[in-house]
């Protein structure tokens, strides 16, 4: 629930107040409840607080425990506060009040550096251990919380945010060309493989799910957390599937209402926010308070291009769960004059590094921003939910009718063809060739000389060979081709034990969160509701005929069935994006031109690649290019030319 920062010199170097103060500063743009700051000769813990939780609220940050000699500054809501009552003997009376650092604090005196492993929620947080002189620092399991640090022989320095790194007189600001060659090179949203690195080359990161110690000089990184991927859970029916899913979930969204402050939620005509509303709305019912509800729709002339099964406008299905949910004040924003262009600038400023996310970003940012004008503190979304609560896509449910079929499991498989066919409204004597030809691909004709498509190499060629970046990102799993992956089992896989799927969402989120002042939470993220979805048996699945079928069965009764059963649409946000961005276009396109002419960028991207789309670009934009590769590659080239450009 704050920035926080701080200096820990090894060789016992008293700390300068000016340095102190300059990191301090540096918070000054982020709204504060409260900015307070801990020394003691050799270190010092700074802490910009933005009181979120009602535990928060004058709550001491930094903060020194006498007895123990311990001091903490973090970052931190932390879910699972009845255990940790239970397991560190917590009072009744001190339980309505103990803030959450205080109790990480109790925890590390109980457990030490295992003390990760005790705690769940979001969390970023160092603690100065006096007596063993030490400094001991966690960032929470998906990195919701980012902890940036710069070390050297003589000194440690650690911040929420980059920004006040900068400040100490010993650090340069320098471009660090490992982390941009895995940016151009990854055709995906993930910014980066390498998860202790950063856009700058002094500036490092704690990855998610990692502890940090600073000890005698050294600085020493262990991992805590892995997620587990083995079916165990056995139940009897689907029913107590549907009722063991329904409690966890309800228990993921309750301890992420807490706050003084209002609760939000972004929602879309999907069922992954939609879920996340329905669940929170009745939690929040039982405390007499209301959710504001916060949906994107498309501006006012919006002309729809998309294709049928596309919804670029959802608001009828954000109304039906609105009204059908209850307990909802809900805001519908189209921010108006308003495009990834407009933003790009400012989202720069938040994020501190190049991001993926253009054709999103206005509207995101635009979301936090009318949040926080209701009082918004804790802004819910479903954003994890493809992966959690909602896996089963049509592709599994396909693969699953094709093992149905190879394992001569006929009757099962004839059920699921029904359901199918009466949901689709098909019939068997279609579904049951495809599902044949799925099951032995060999059996049909493929025209083995036909090439997979290839996403267009962005990355300077020479550029690539000098950081071996290729090499690297094959080593850690990633296709640059941009080749897809159609073992959803795989990729569900590598979504939960890669780190670098995690760090993205952290970023922006922590980043997000400070310059609006609340906390952006994610229930569909919560390690136990990730826990339970991965023990399931995947029949769940793709139950009765649907793909998502658990999330489909689990809302029955809590989103009106033109929602919950919908599977022949698909909402997709940011489809006028182009339009909005057409009084800027020819500004848009100079620029690119420019960019091809600067010979710092020549060095790093594939100029001809890229003059030829503007060639493509440069007459009236058509909306379609929106989902096209040659647009993400003009965006995410002119927002890496603007970052650059900050370096001189």
């Given at each position: 629930?704050?920035?926080?920062?701080?200096?820990?010199?090894?060789?016992?170097?008293?700390?300068?107040?000016?340095?102190?103060?300059?990191?301090?500063?540096?918070?000054?743009?982020?709204?504060?409840?409260?900015?307070?700051?801990?020394?003691?000769?050799?270190?010092?813990?700074?802490?910009?607080?933005?009181?979120?939780?009602?535990?928060?609220?004058?709550?001491?940050?930094?903060?020194?425990?006498?007895?123990?000699?311990?001091?903490?500054?973090?970052?931190?809501?932390?879910?699972?506060?009845?255990?940790?009552?239970?397991?560190?003997?917590?009072?009744?009376?001190?339980?309505?009040?103990?803030?959450?650092?205080?109790?990480?604090?109790?925890?590390?005196?109980?457990?030490?550096?295992?003390?990760?492993?005790?705690?769940?929620?979001?969390?970023?947080?160092?603690?100065?251990?006096?007596?063993?002189?030490?400094?001991?620092?966690?960032?929470?399991?998906?990195?919701?919380?980012?902890?940036?640090?710069?070390?050297?022989?003589?000194?440690?320095?650690?911040?929420?945010?980059?920004?006040?790194?900068?400040?100490?007189?010993?650090?340069?600001?320098?471009?660090?060309?490992?982390?941009?060659?895995?940016?151009?090179?990854?055709?995906?949203?993930?910014?980066?493989?390498?998860?202790?690195?950063?856009?700058?080359?002094?500036?490092?990161?704690?990855?998610?799910?990692?502890?940090?110690?600073?000890?005698?000089?050294?600085?020493?990184?262990?991992?805590?957390?892995?997620?587990?991927?083995?079916?165990?859970?056995?139940?009897?029916?689907?029913?107590?599937?549907?009722?063991?899913?329904?409690?966890?979930?309800?228990?993921?969204?309750?301890?992420?209402?807490?706050?003084?402050?209002?609760?939000?939620?972004?929602?879309?005509?999907?069922?992954?926010?939609?879920?996340?509303?329905?669940?929170?709305?009745?939690?929040?019912?039982?405390?007499?308070?209301?959710?504001?509800?916060?949906?994107?729709?498309?501006?006012?002339?919006?002309?729809?291009?998309?294709?049928?099964?596309?919804?670029?406008?959802?608001?009828?299905?954000?109304?039906?769960?609105?009204?059908?949910?209850?307990?909802?004040?809900?805001?519908?924003?189209?921010?108006?004059?308003?495009?990834?262009?407009?933003?790009?600038?400012?989202?720069?400023?938040?994020?501190?590094?190049?991001?993926?996310?253009?054709?999103?970003?206005?509207?995101?940012?635009?979301?936090?921003?009318?949040a926080r004008l209701k009082g918004v503190k804790i802004l819910l979304n479903g954003a994890r939910g493809n992966h959690s609560i909602s896996w089963g896509s049509m592709t599994m449910t396909y693969n699953y009718y094709a093992e149905l079929f190879k394992k001569l499991k006929w009757i099962r498989l004839f059920n699921e063809l029904n359901s199918y066919c009466y949901n689709f409204n098909t019939g068997k004597s279609i579904m049951v060739p495809f599902v044949a030809k799925r099951a032995f691909p060999f059996l049909t004709n493929v025209d083995k000389n036909t090439s997979e498509y290839q996403f267009p190499a962005?990355?300077?060629?020479?550029?690539?060979?000098?950081?071996?970046?290729?090499?690297?990102?094959?080593?850690?799993?990633?296709?640059?081709?941009?080749?897809?992956?159609?073992?959803?089992?795989?990729?569900?896989?590598?979504?939960?034990?890669?780190?670098?799927?995690?760090?993205?969402?952290?970023?922006?989120?922590?980043?997000?969160?400070?310059?609006?002042?609340?906390?952006?939470?994610?229930?569909?993220?919560?390690?136990?509701?990730?826990?339970?979805?991965?023990?399931?048996?995947?029949?769940?699945?793709?139950?009765?005929?649907?793909?998502?079928?658990?999330?489909?069965?689990?809302?029955?009764?809590?989103?009106?069935?033109?929602?919950?059963?919908?599977?022949?649409?698909?909402?997709?946000?940011?489809?006028?994006?182009?339009?909005?961005?057409?009084?800027?276009?020819?500004?848009?396109?100079?620029?690119?031109?420019?960019?091809?002419?600067?010979?710092?960028?020549?060095?790093?991207?594939?100029?001809?690649?890229?003059?030829?789309?503007?060639?493509?670009?440069?007459?009236?934009?058509?909306?379609?290019?929106?989902?096209?590769?040659?647009?993400?590659?003009?965006?995410?080239?002119?927002?890496?030319?603007?970052?650059?450009?900050?370096?001189?």
């Open positions: 629930m704050s920035a926080i920062t701080g200096i820990y010199h090894t060789h016992q170097e008293t700390i300068p107040s000016e340095l102190i103060k300059s990191m301090m500063d540096s918070f000054q743009h982020f709204p504060s409840d409260a900015i307070h700051t801990w020394t003691n000769q050799n270190i010092f813990l700074g802490c910009h607080a933005q009181w979120i939780t009602p535990e928060s609220v004058a709550e001491q940050m930094p903060s020194y425990d006498y007895d123990r000699q311990l001091a903490i500054t973090a970052d931190a809501i932390i879910d699972n506060r009845d255990e940790l009552f239970q397991l560190l003997q917590i009072n009744r009376e001190q339980q309505k009040t103990i803030p959450d650092s205080r109790l990480i604090l109790l925890s590390y005196s109980k457990w030490g550096e295992e003390t990760p492993k005790f705690l769940q929620g979001d969390f970023a947080f160092m603690i100065w251990d006096e007596k063993n002189q030490k400094l001991f620092g966690a960032r929470d399991f998906s990195g919701a919380r980012t902890l940036y640090f710069y070390r050297n022989d003589t000194s440690f320095a650690f911040s929420t945010t980059i920004k006040p790194l900068f400040t100490l007189p010993y650090v340069k600001k320098e471009l660090n060309e490992e982390w941009l060659a895995e940016f151009l090179a990854i055709p995906t949203m993930v910014e980066a493989v390498d998860m202790f690195s950063s856009a700058y080359k002094s500036i490092h990161q704690v990855p998610p799910s990692h502890n940090i110690t600073v000890s005698k000089g050294k600085v020493s990184f262990s991992r805590y957390c892995t997620i587990e991927f083995e079916e165990k859970l056995k139940l009897h029916s689907n029913e107590e599937y549907e009722e063991a899913f329904r409690d966890v979930f309800q228990k993921a969204v309750n301890v992420r209402l807490r706050t003084h402050g209002e609760v939000g939620s972004q929602l879309s005509g999907g069922l992954d926010s939609g879920s996340v509303v329905s669940f929170a709305a009745r939690g929040l019912k039982v405390q007499n308070k209301q959710l504001h509800t916060f949906s994107y729709t498309p501006i006012k002339d919006y002309e729809d291009w998309t294709p049928k099964h596309y919804i670029s406008d959802e608001s009828t299905f954000i109304k039906d769960t609105v009204n059908y949910v209850g307990n909802i004040s809900d805001n519908y924003l189209s921010f108006k004059g308003k495009s990834p262009l407009t933003e790009l600038e400012e989202l720069l400023d938040i994020m501190e590094m190049p991001y993926k996310f253009f054709e999103n970003s206005f509207w995101q940012k635009g979301i936090n921003e009318a962005i990355i300077n060629e020479s550029f690539a060979k000098k950081t071996n970046v290729f090499e690297k990102l094959l080593s850690y799993g990633i296709d640059a081709t941009g080749g897809m992956n159609n073992d959803p089992f795989k990729v569900r896989r590598d979504h939960f034990s890669k780190l670098y799927t995690w760090n993205k969402t952290g970023t922006i989120e922590t980043k997000l969160s400070l310059k609006y002042s609340l906390w952006n939470r994610d229930p569909t993220n919560d390690i136990n509701v990730i826990r339970f979805c991965l023990s399931l048996p995947k029949e769940q699945y793709v139950n009765s005929g649907f793909e998502r079928s658990l999330i489909r069965r689990v809302t029955k009764g809590k989103l009106p069935d033109k929602v919950r059963l919908n599977q022949t649409s698909r909402g997709v946000q940011g489809a006028d994006v182009i339009q909005r961005m057409a009084p800027s276009w020819e500004s848009f396109i100079e620029e690119l031109y420019q960019l091809c002419e600067d010979d710092r960028m020549s060095a790093f991207l594939n100029i001809p690649l890229l003059k030829k789309i503007i060639l493509g670009l440069v007459s009236k934009p058509n909306p379609n290019i929106l989902f096209q590769d040659e647009f993400k590659i003009a965006s995410r080239s002119l927002i890496v030319y603007r970052f650059v450009k900050r370096f001189t």
